[in-house]
């Protein structure tokens, strides 16, 4: 009985001893990442329509925070639109600083959004740059959580021709 209970330990600690050896083996030996460097260095070629619809969702990261999401498009229409979607503590904060203030606050953003848009068409889409007009080529929405855990989200203000409109 003895003999039967050594046995099965023995086997466990050899599986154990040999996976180690193994390991240390191979951990001297220098991996490699599977992408080529030649790879990397290709030139492609984008639709300039493409490359601005990524380029909109990248800044639309980058200008995003904690308490709340910027997410940028260009829409059917070939217009910028931009959706911010408010976390719930920041609207909760607008809600009891009153209207006035949520007014200045999102507008604030929304000239935030319109300046960063306009730097990246004038940088980078040099071609698109002079037809580009902010009171046709920019609109958007902000948005807060429902009031319930599954219900949609509310739009509380419209950016539209340059200007702020609250909808409560």
Known sequence: MM??????????????????????LFSGVRAS????SADLNAI???AEGDWFRLKLELL?????????????????????SFNFWISTPLAEH?????RGESERVLAYHADGI??????LVREDFPEMWPAFDLRSDLKG???V????????????????????????
């Open 94 to 98: 607008l809600e009891q600083a009153g």
């Open 33 to 36: 990442g599977e992408i080529l």
């Open 44 to 46: 492609r070629s984008v």
């Open 145 to 168: 959580p429902g009031d319930e855990f599954d219900s949609l989200p509310e739009e509380i203000a419209v950016w539209e021709r340059n200007g702020l409109r609250l909808l409560r």
């Open 141 to 143: 929405v902000f948005l």
């Open 60 to 80: 639309g990261l980058r200008l995003s925070y904690p308490a709340y999401r910027v997410h940028l498009r260009l829409d059917e229409g070939n217009v910028v």
């Open 114 to 119: 319109s300046s960063q848009v306009s730097t």
């Open 3 to 24: 003999g039967m209970n050594f046995k099965p330990v023995h086997v466990r600690q050899m599986a154990v001893l040999g996976a180690c050896t193994v390991a240390l």
